[in-house]
T-cell receptor, first 114, second 116 residues
Framework: AQTVTQSQPEMSVQEAETVTLSCTYDTSESNYYLFWYKQPPSRQMILVIRQEAYKQQNATENRFSVNFQKAAKSFSLKISDSQLGDTAMYFCAFINNAGNMLTFGGGTRLMVKP | ETGVTQTPRHLVMGMTNKKSLKCEQHLGHNAMYWYKQSAKKPLELMFVYNFKEQTENNSVPSRFSPECPNSSHLFLHLHTLQPEDSALYLC???????????????FGSGTRLTVV
């Protein structure tokens, strides 16, 4: 079974600064996908960024980028130029190649301060 | 609008009540999921349906009964719940199999359930 661990329950960052959220996972599979989801107070889970394990290049989506270290089973999210709208819960998630079970970490609550 | 709609948004029910949660997706997906999100616990996968067939039941108590009449609709029937069942119940959908893996799941906004 796969496990996903987010070791930072809460973080805060000043507006316009950069923040990095940590995630580690455990799996015996070689092909899989990793995701970061954002859950604002509206409760809707929004996909922020995805990474394919067979790709060495780190994924980037505008102000969001990841640092994927496959050997270390680490998948951190970097948010640049933080905005007030980035305030939310952030969840790291893992899925295997068969796609039948998306497993989440415990989440990190991010507060962006003005 | 994400394409996955859940109703009701909030629900308060007594322990002897029977109620149902509804989920509907208009994305042409073939797989649908129920997750439970409790305070201070990771999201827990409850049920998985692929092409209307239940393929996963994650040791969920029988007081939760899912129903998937077609690939676009998913229900969660609730009866004789306990206060510890109070949580946010999230529905999600995806393409089946490898497509679901590749693009992740699309989630609804959830139903906040309170059992009194």
């Amino acid at each position: 079974a796969q496990t996903v661990t987010q070791s930072q329950p809460e973080m805060s960052v000043q507006e316009a600064e950069t923040v990095t959220l940590s995630c580690t996972y455990d799996t015996s599979e070689s092909n899989y996908y990793l995701f970061w989801y954002k859950q604002p107070p509206s409760r809707q889970m929004i996909l922020v960024i995805r990474q394919e394990a067979y790709k060495q290049q780190n994924a980037t989506e505008n102000r969001f980028s990841v640092n994927f270290q496959k050997a270390a089973k680490s998948f951190s999210l970097k948010i640049s130029d933080s905005q007030l709208g980035d305030t939310a819960m952030y969840f790291c998630a893992f899925i295997n190649n068969a796609g039948n079970m998306l497993t989440f970490g415990g989440g990190t609550r991010l507060m962006v301060k003005p | 609008e994400t394409g996955v709609t859940q109703t009701p948004r909030h629900l308060v029910m007594g322990m002897t009540n029977k109620k149902s949660l509804k989920c509907e997706q208009h994305l042409g997906h073939n797989a649908m999921y129920w997750y439970k999100q409790s305070a201070k616990k990771p999201l827990e996968l409850m049920f998985v349906y692929n092409f209307k067939e239940q393929t996963e039941n994650n040791s969920v108590p029988s007081r939760f009964s899912p129903e998937c009449p077609n690939s676009s609709h998913l229900f969660l029937h609730l009866h004789t719940l306990q206060p510890e069942d109070s949580a946010l119940y999230l529905c999600a959908s995806s393409q089946d199999g490898a497509q679901g893996a590749n693009y992740g799941y699309t989630f609804g906004s959830g139903t906040r359930l309170t059992v009194v």
